[in-house]
Every structure is written in structure tokens, then in C-alpha cells.
């Protein structure tokens, strides 16, 4: 019995081990005569919609797409390319990621090999320099969509403190930060509302219209030596300071329900926030509407299609993504999925001249965001640019929810910035 | 093809079988059928413990080269105030957690063996449900119901009492007892059903021994119950220790990845290291601090445990 049941065991055994490498023999057989491309990306970007037209063009090509959240979505990606396997033909990178992949640039292939130079010409200039590296030899990804931020505000509680309400109007009374502050003064004053209901999106407006942030091409620290963050941090804390913030964290609740409840009169945001608006405030119609920031304008979001060096066809994975980020394809993700087009040829398109949203008091929304996006600083934001932004947020955090000395705050936080920096 | 080359190589062994003694195919069973478990845990447990080990002496950022660094990176926490706050925070989550915790559930398990309780197994099943919660699901509700606003529903009710709202996620003993709390309601229920176990073999003699005596419920309690339950208590609390060293998830998610000085345990500062700020270097360091601390920890608890069965043996 005994004897009989060690055979069945190493029988089964057996079976498995050359079960496993039948079906391996057969996988390789059969991608020869079909190119697969697995492709990586987060959120909903509508890309599944467009593959299978690409396919229905391309039938030799099989395009596997796989969404996932946020932030699993680019752990597993910097953990495959770390460990130099499982990763896809193709992952999207957002722009504020791609920083911590800038030193993994041996895993990716340089899209100028493959033929970016040719379309280059298409994007916004900023858009492409944030997906190269330092030197602008090598290119990481092809834009897809970008964030660009206007100044949405209420137009009730404009009116309740007795200032204009047309976004043309809006944008003459607060054309910079000085009028911003004395805006934010006269609201409160005469309404007893903030300006805003979050320092951090105040700051990092600011942060935005810097010409340099927080790092220069050589990954140096740069916050104390360059006055503009320590002058954004001044002026974000002055507002904190005056009762002009408020301070509802970022995506809680109560920072939704204020959207809806017109509890302040701004907020500093980019294209895609239109949504979050209309799903915060769904009794808003009309409440909310958009115009230029103060002072220029910023960007937050958007993201870069890369091919990793694992991919077996290089060459087919970039055509695909070519096609997908090419103007005509944008233009459909805009349609489709609101996604903000890095193609500035766009712009000048009917869909786009005519635009109008019922919700944002009918105004062309598409244009503000255009314009805004045409005035978006090119800046080096570096690798650590998480951990340097994470500090600043805290100090703010300390300055408003427990009256800290602000220029405590600031040192303590420079010091905990390079006390991490040093440890890569 | 492949069936020829099946039955031959079923053949061979058939003829190895036939060489091996009964007691060499008796322990080659029993190691296969242990293996799967020995292979996947060298895989994914032993081989990761001992590359962090070897991590802490390197400086890598997860894509370049390693450099050795000697004990530069363990130089680094150690002059790192955040690195002894988060030691601070993660003992006093874990007391604050665990020491109220236990006590709750021990009375819990009392109050469910008695015979006085109805329905003892829905009960069973209630108590248990909070721990396969998804952990994550259980931090997002903890984050609105202890929110800093007024209107959060803790804060909410403070103020029907006249008390003014606290800062849960961003005040020092605010976000420490919220975090505390989410621990307490995970693991009340699991540890009162260990504890009810424990009491189930407890034998019913030496209760209606002491009743015959004249001894009260309490006495009976603190006199029969706690010292037949040293071994289980013991256990419960070696396990509650060693899990709130290691705290998590619940404040990843309760307040946010600025990893804030008041919410930041030691393993959340070794995930910071690791995945945000790719310093596997200084993260290695800080699982092998605090594996040293886990062993510390442990040994006083066997010495404390020990010297309790000692003096508080009543039956022997």
C-alpha cells in the first residue's frame, strides 16, 4: 500500500512537471503568428475602446489591457522593473510618478530610437520635456492627456460679496496673487467665507508658476537657495494665518460636501477636477464657474505612455501608442472620456471652439483649460519631488491645525527633506 | 512521445523505489509532502528575511547597483528623531490598543461561557466578524467616523456633551487613540473567542468545589478563572504584542501617506523608506531594528509569563 502510494505521488509529480512544460512549448507557439502586447494603465482612460479599433486595423496585433488603481498600478510597475520581469509591453506612468522611474531609465526604451523625434512637433513643449530626461536625450514616454488648472469659483458667493461674477470680469479683478489675497480679505469680510477650502492646492498653484521648484537638473536641493517655494510657503501661510483657508483635507468628505454646500469661493484646480465637481456638487448647476488662475497657470496630472526593455516587440508596441496619442485619438479620448488633449493642434478644433458645459454656467470650459495649458512653466520636478512636496504639505498641515510657528515648521521640515534625501 | 518518455521515466523510478529500504521511502514521503510548504516558504519567507539583512548593509535605491555601506544606514535612523518617534507611537498604539483590549474581552468570554446567555453561538460568530473584515475597508469607516471636523460623528457627539472637537488625524493622543481604537474593534472578538476557549476546558468541579466553600462569582473569577487561564493568556498576549509592533495598515490609511510624526509606526517608517522614498537600504535597517525589538519584547514577555506561573500557581 505504502509502495503503491509513493508511486502515485511521484507519478503525479511527474505529470505536473511535463504538463507545466507542454503547455509552455505550446504558449510560445502560438504568440509566433499573433504580436501580444500586454498594456498597464490606471483609472478609466477609455483605452479599450481604441485598442480594438487599432486591432481592427492591425489584426496581427492582440492588445491586453489591464487597469488598475493609482498607486498599485505604479508599485507593481517600479517592483517588475526592479526585479527585471513580469513587466508589460506598455504601462502608463503619471507625470508626478514618473519621477521615482527617472533612475530605472536603462528598463525603458528610448522612444527617440524608435521614432519620437517625428511627432514631437504635435505635443505641448512642456508636456514632452517632463517625459525626457535631464539632458533631453533620452525619452521615457509619449504625453497622453495633461492637467491644466484654471480658478473655478462660486459665482453666489462672488455675488454675495458684492464683486462680479462673469469669468471675464473675474479674471481682470484677480489677474495675480496680491489681488487673490485682497479678494480672499474682501470675501471674508463681507461673507465670513474662506477663499479656498485647502491651503494645499493654494500652494501648489503657486508651486506651479515657480520657474524652478524643488531640484535643478543635478537632483540638487535647491527650496533654500531659490526663494520661490519658501515665498510660496510665506504666502500660503499669510492666507492661513489671516482665517482666509480653510481646512478640510484634500478628498474628504466634508471637503466634497463644501463644493456642493458653497462653503467657500475658489478653488484652484485642474481640467479633470470638473469632474469631481459635478460629482461633489450635483445641485451646483450653474453655481460653479471657470476662469484663469491669478498669475499664469499650473499643471497637475496627466501621464506618459512608456515601453519597458522586457517588451519582445518594441517596434509594434510604439506604433500602437503612436496611433493612440496622435491628435485624431485624442481628440476621441477628450470626447469620450474628458481627458485633457496634449496636442495643442486640438485646440483649434469645432469640438473644441464650440464647446459649452450647462453645468459651468454654459461658459467653453475647454477653452480656459486650452489657454491655461499653453501657459504651463517647463520645469524639472526630480526624482525625490514626493518626499520634498509630503514635508511642505505637513508643515502647512501644522501651521493651520495647530497654529505652529510657521518658520519653525519651514526649518523642521527642510531638515526631515534632507535627512531622507541622503539615504538613497 | 511524451507518454513513452512518462512510462519510461515512471520505470526508473519504480526501480529507485525498489532499491530504497521502507524507512527511506517512509521519510522521502513524508519530505515530499512537506515540501510544498518548505519550497514556498524559502521562496517567500526565509529568502526575503535574509536579503533584508543583507540589505541593511547596502545603499540601493531598487534599480542600481548595491553599494556596501557598512552600518551607515542604521548611523542614519538611529540620529533620526521620526525613526524613535515612530518606536514611541507603535508602543503606545500597542498599549493603548491591547491592555484595555484584553481585559474587555476576557470579561466578554466570561459573559459568553455563563449559562445564563441565549443564542451563545450567534454570539460566537458576532464577536468573530470584525477580524476577517477587510482591514482596509475597517480604516476607511474608522476615518469617518473620527474625523476632525465637527460634523464627524465622534466629534459630533463631544459636542452633545459640551466637549470641543478634537484633531483625530493630525494631534498627538487624538490620532493615537483613534488608530487604538480601530485595533480595539478588530481584535476584541478574536481574542474573546481564544479566551472562551481556554474556559471551556476549565473543569466544572473546581467551581461547584468553590461554591460549596462559600466563594462569590468574583472569587471565583480572580481565584479559579484567571490563574487556569495563565496559558491562554500567555498566548494572547505574546500574539496582541508582537501584532502591535508590527501596526500598519490602519494608520497608512487612517491618515494618509504624508507620514505624519504623530501617526508614523515602525513599520509604516520602513515603508516610507522602501516605497516612497526608495531607500531599501535604511528600510532593511529598520526591519532589522525591528526584529531586534520583537525579540526583546519577547523575552520579557517569557520572563514575565514565567515568574507568573510561578507565584500565581493557586492549585499547585
Redesign the interface.
Known amino acids: 500500500m505504502?509502495?503503491l502510494?509513493?508511486?502515485l505521488?511521484?507519478?503525479f509529480?511527474?505529470?505536473l512537471v511535463?504538463a507545466c512544460s507542454?503547455t509552455e512549448a505550446n504558449g510560445e507557439g502560438s504568440s509566433s503568428d499573433k504580436i501580444k502586447l500586454d498594456m498597464w494603465v490606471f483609472g478609466s482612460t477609455g483605452y479599450e475602446k481604441l485598442a480594438d479599433e487599432y486591432m481592427k486595423e492591425h489584426p496581427n496585433v492582440e492588445i491586453k489591457i489591464q487597469s488598475t488603481q493609482f498607486d498599485d498600478h505604479h508599485?507593481a510597475l517600479?517592483t517588475a522593473?526592479?526585479a527585471g520581469s513580469g513587466a508589460p509591453d506598455i504601462a502608463m506612468i503619471e507625470v508626478n510618478n514618473i519621477e521615482?522611474f527617472r533612475?530605472?531609465q536603462?528598463?525603458f526604451h528610448n522612444l527617440y530610437d524608435l521614432g519620437a523625434e517625428e511627432v514631437k512637433d504635435d505635443y505641448l513643449d512642456w508636456k514632452w520635456r517632463l517625459g525626457e530626461n535631464a539632458d533631453g536625450t533620452f525619452l521615457y514616454g509619449l504625453p497622453t492627456d495633461i492637467g491644466p488648472t484654471a480658478m473655478f469659483y462660486r459665482v453666489d458667493v462672488f455675488k454675495e460679496a458684492g464683486l462680479p461674477t462673469d469669468p471675464e470680469s473675474v479674471k481682470k479683478l484677480i489677474p495675480d496673487w496680491d489681488a487673490y489675497a485682497e479678494v480672499a480679505r474682501i470675501i471674508k469680510e463681507k461673507t465670513g467665507k474662506p477663499i479656498a477650502d485647502n491651503y494645499e492646492l493654494i500652494y501648489n498653484a503657486l508651486r506651479d508658476q515657480a520657474p524652478v521648484q524643488y531640484f535643478n537638473n543635478e537632483d540638487e536641493l535647491i527650496i533654500e537657495k531659490e526663494p520661490y517655494i519658501k515665498a510660496a510657503y510665506d504666502y500660503t501661510v499669510d492666507l492661513i494665518q489671516k482665517g482666509y483657508v480653510g481646512?478640510?483635507?484634500l478628498w474628504?468628505?466634508?471637503w466634497g460636501a463644501a463644493m456642493d454646500k458653497g462653503s467657500y469661493a475658489t478653488l484652484l484646480a485642474p481640467a479633470w477636477m470638473q469632474g469631481v465637481v459635478k460629482g461633489n456638487a450635483p445641485n451646483s448647476s450653474g453655481k460653479w464657474m471657470i476662469t484663469g488662475m491669478p498669475g499664469g497657470a499650473g499643471n497637475w496630472g496627466g501621464s506618459y505612455l512608456t515601453i519597458p526593455k522586457e517588451t519582445k516587440h518594441p517596434e509594434e508596441a510604439y506604433k500602437f501608442i503612436q496611433w493612440l496619442v496622435a491628435p485624431e485619438q485624442q481628440l476621441k479620448s477628450f470626447k469620450e472620456m474628458g481627458l485633457f488633449p496634449s496636442t495643442p493642434s486640438i485646440y483649434n478644433d469645432p469640438s473644441f471652439k464650440d464647446y459649452s458645459d450647462d453645468y459651468f454656467g454654459g461658459i467653453n470650459t475647454a477653452q480656459v483649460f486650452a489657454q491655461s495649458a499653453q501657459m504651463v512653466q517647463t520645469v524639472y520636478m526630480g526624482?525625490?519631488y514626493?518626499?520634498v512636496q509630503?514635508e511642505i504639505?505637513?508643515a502647512l498641515?501644522?501651521v493651520s491645525?495647530?497654529s505652529a510657528d510657521p518658520e519653525k515648521e519651514w526649518k523642521a521640515a527642510v531638515k526631515?527633506i534632507k535627512?531622507?534625501l541622503?539615504?538613497? | 512521445m511524451?507518454p513513452q518518455?512518462?512510462a519510461k521515466?515512471?520505470n526508473m523510478?519504480?526501480s529507485i523505489?525498489k532499491r530504497l529500504t521502507?524507512k527511506q521511502?517512509?521519510s522521502?514521503?513524508g519530505y515530499?509532502?512537506i515540501s510544498p510548504f518548505f519550497l514556498l516558504f524559502a521562496v517567500f519567507g526565509a529568502f526575503p528575511m535574509i536579503f533584508s539583512f543583507y540589505l541593511a548593509f547596502q545603499?540601493w535605491?531598487?534599480?542600481?547597483e548595491m553599494t556596501f555601506v557598512g552600518f551607515q544606514?542604521f548611523n542614519?535612523i538611529f540620529i533620526?528623531p521620526?525613526f524613535w518617534k515612530s518606536i514611541y507611537n507603535t508602543v503606545i498604539i500597542g498599549l493603548l490598543g491591547t491592555v484595555p483590549q484584553l481585559i474587555a474581552a476576557l470579561i466578554l468570554a466570561v459573559i459568553l461561557n455563563s449559562v445564563l446567555v441565549k443564542m451563545k453561538s450567534f454570539f460566537r460568530v458576532a464577536y468573530f466578524v470584525p477580524n476577517v473584515t477587510s482591514i482596509v475597508a475597517v480604516a476607511i469607516v474608522f476615518t469617518?467616523i473620527f474625523?476632525?471636523?465637527q460634523?464627524g460623528i465622534v466629534n459630533a457627539t463631544l459636542g452633545l456633551f459640551g466637549l470641543s472637537p478634537v484633531?483625530w488625524?493630525?494631534?498627538e493622543w487624538g490620532v493615537k487613540i483613534a488608530i487604538a481604537t480601530m485595533i480595539f474593534w478588530r481584535w476584541v472578538g478574536y481574542n474573546s473567542i481564544i479566551f472562551l476557549a481556554g474556559l471551556q476546558s476549565i473543569p466544572k468541579e473546581l467551581y461547584e468545589a468553590a461554591e460549596m466553600d462559600g466563594a462569590k462569582k468574583w472569587q471565583q473569577f480572580l481565584f479559579i478563572t484567571v490563574p487556569m487561564l495563565k496559558p491562554i493568556i500567555i498566548f494572547v498576549v505574546f500574539t496582541a504584542t508582537i501584532g502591535s509592533l508590527q501596526i500598519f495598515a490602519e494608520p497608512l490609511i487612517f491618515s494618509?501617506?504624508?507620514?505624519?510624526?504623530e501617526s508614523i509606526t515602525i513599520v509604516l517608517y520602513l515603508w516610507r523608506?522602501a516605497?516612497?522614498?526608495?531607500?531599501f537600504?535604511?528600510a532593511s535597517a529598520t526591519a532589522v531594528s525591528l526584529f531586534l525589538l520583537i525579540i526583546a519584547f519577547s523575552v520579557i514577555n517569557v520572563l514575565m509569563s514565567n515568574r507568573l506561573g510561578k507565584t500565581g500557581n493557586i492549585r499547585g
Open positions: 505504502r509502495k502510494s509513493l508511486i505521488l511521484l507519478s509529480v511527474l505529470i511535463t507542454d508599485n517600479f522593473l526592479s521615482r533612475q530605472a536603462d528598463r481646512d478640510n483635507g474628504t468628505p466634508e526624482k525625490n514626493k518626499v509630503a504639505v505637513n498641515t501644522n491645525k495647530k526631515r535627512r531622507q541622503e539615504r538613497q | 511524451v518518455s512518462k521515466a515512471l523510478k519504480y523505489a521502507e521511502k517512509t522521502i514521503a515530499l509532502f545603499k535605491n531598487g534599480f542600481g544606514n542614519f533620526d521620526v469617518v474625523n476632525e471636523h460634523s484633531n488625524q493630525t494631534s494618509g501617506s504624508g507620514f505624519r510624526e523608506e516605497f516612497s522614498n526608495n531607500a537600504g535604511t
